[in-house]
């Protein structure tokens, strides 16, 4: 029965994020589990700047048309900042991408941004998930799979993985999904009575629930 028990459970974790031994990246995969373990300073301690209540660390990497973008270019201007670690490969990704889609749609005019980071290896295949998916936000990759440099700097070894960074900078929540994610972004737009009734009534509307 025990036995039975750790399989079903390890099932389910597998259909809910893709890991570092994903079979995408088979040729990479032990350098690039390797590559996203424990990033270190050069004093050997933890990068600071990666988790909440920390101001965000900064990054520089490249647009599907070839342009080399920073975080920073990317988060200048908006009250609220979701940035998405994903990949075409991963399958929990694309399923979760409608309702970071909706709630795009729903808020960004309100200030939210939202800024893809992509862990492909393939520029074909990134480009051809963006469209499909109807990601009209930001887009950036290195296209080093596992082994992305800003995958590196946060300690991404799961996707998708997301992190919401405020106007001041700060990451406020991370690895949010679902309804819990929707519910943080309507939080920072709805803070009185009347905004907790919206807020629930675009969560409703966004998880067509």
């Known amino acids: ?3 039975t028990f750790l399989i079903c459970a390890s099932l389910m974790l597998s259909f809910t994020a893709c890991n ?4 995408s990246n088979d040729a990479n995969v032990q350098n690039n589990a390797e590559a996203t373990t424990d990033v270190k300073t050069s004093n050997n301690e933890p990068v600071t700047g990666t988790n909440v209540g920390d101001i965000y660390t900064d990054f520089k990497l490249t647009t599907p048309e070839g342009a080399e973008k920073s975080l920073s ?3 200048k201007g908006h009250k609220l900042v979701l940035v998405d670690f994903w990949a075409s490969w991963c399958g929990p990704c694309r399923m979760e991408m409608p309702n970071v889609v909706k709630a795009y749609e729903q808020y960004k005019d309100k200030g ?4 893809g980071v992509s862990f492909d290896n393939d520029m074909t ?3 051809e998930a963006i469209s499909k998916l109807n990601m009209t936000w930001p887009q950036i990759s290195d296209l080093k799979g596992w082994d992305c440099a800003a995958g590196r700097i946060y300690q991404i070894n799961s996707i998708p993985s997301t992190m ?3 106007e001041t900078g700060k990451i406020i929540a991370k690895d949010l999904r679902g309804e819990e994610l929707i519910e943080k972004i309507a939080g920072k737009y709805y803070t009185r009575t009347e905004g907790v009734k919206h807020e629930r009534r675009s969560v409703n509307k966004v998880l067509n629930v």
Request: aromatic share 4%; proline share 0%.
């Open 73 to 75: 270019e990317l988060v």
């Open 20 to 23: 570092c031994k994903s079979n």
């Open 112 to 115: 939210l941004q939202i800024v």
């Open 164 to 166: 919401l960074i405020d």
């Open 125 to 127: 295949k990134w480009k």
């Open 1 to 3: 029965m025990k036995k």
